[in-house]
């Protein structure tokens, strides 16, 4: 079945650097990728997603990247600000009937003021 | 519109009780995911249900089952409570069943089992 992993594990940056997250797969027949954020004590929000017949998608100071070929995607996020602090989870699906979500382990992301 | 409810929010059990976990899901969506969440292994997929129909199932033992009803609200019931049952319960809604429609969370019922 499907396996993502996820790197880094945690990530630390100072207010207004970037931050990239990157998620492999294993599936190549995947193609969903969503990202979400999860604050503490709250369930995971939906920030971007992007399928694959899309190389990028961009939403403001957040991007998504994917390289079917490699079987890597990547959430970047620009000018971060101490509100951006939270667990990151990526995900992949290969969208068939009765196929579902296969989650990254998470990262935790600290932007130090 | 409003977001994907769920009920209660924490609840706190013994070992070998039973418990039931409700879920509303966004109006007009029609599927209803559930998913377990721990420190250790992360988040893990318990079932899927579209139409009142489980369509789809994690690798997790029979002492998980779910339902859904027709105005799509769903349950999820444990039975026979163990220690390791201790996690964060998300469910999730869709419009539609599969794997490529976005998922939107609800806040998750924190289980804690003693």
């Known amino acids: 079945g499907e396996n993502v992993e996820q790197h880094p594990s945690t990530l630390s940056v100072q207010e207004g650097d970037s931050a990239v997250i990157k998620c492999t797969y294993s599936d190549s027949a995947s193609n969903y990728f969503p990202w979400y954020k999860q604050e503490l004590g709250k369930g995971p929000q939906l920030i971007i997603d992007?399928?694959?017949?899309?190389g990028e998608k961009k939403d403001q100071r957040i991007a998504v990247t994917l390289n079917k070929t490699a079987k890597h995607f990547s959430l970047h996020i620009t000018e971060t600000q101490p509100e951006d602090s939270a667990v990151y989870f990526c995900a992949a699906s290969k969208g068939n009937y009765g196929q579902n979500f296969v989650f990254g382990p998470g990262t935790r992301l600290s932007v130090l003021p | 519109k409003a977001g994907v409810t769920q009920t209660p929010r924490y609840l706190i059990k013994t070992r070998g009780q039973q418990v039931t976990l409700s879920c509303s899901p966004i109006?007009?969506?029609?599927?209803v995911s559930w998913y377990q969440q721990t420190p250790g292994q992360g988040l893990q997929f318990l079932f899927e249900?579209?139409?009142?129909?489980?369509?789809n199932k994690g690798n997790f033992p029979g002492r998980f089952s779910g339902r859904q009803f027709s105005n799509s609200r769903s349950e999820m019931n444990v039975s026979t409570l163990e220690l390791g049952d201790s996690a964060l319960y998300l469910c999730?809604?869709?419009?539609?069943?599969?794997?490529?429609?976005?998922?939107?969370f609800g806040p998750g019922t924190r289980l804690t089992v003693l």
């Open positions: 999730a809604s869709s419009l539609e069943a599969g794997g490529t429609d976005t998922q939107y």
């Open positions: 109006s007009g969506h029609r599927s």
């Open positions: 249900y579209f139409s009142e129909t489980q369509r």
């Open positions: 992007i399928r694959s017949n899309v």
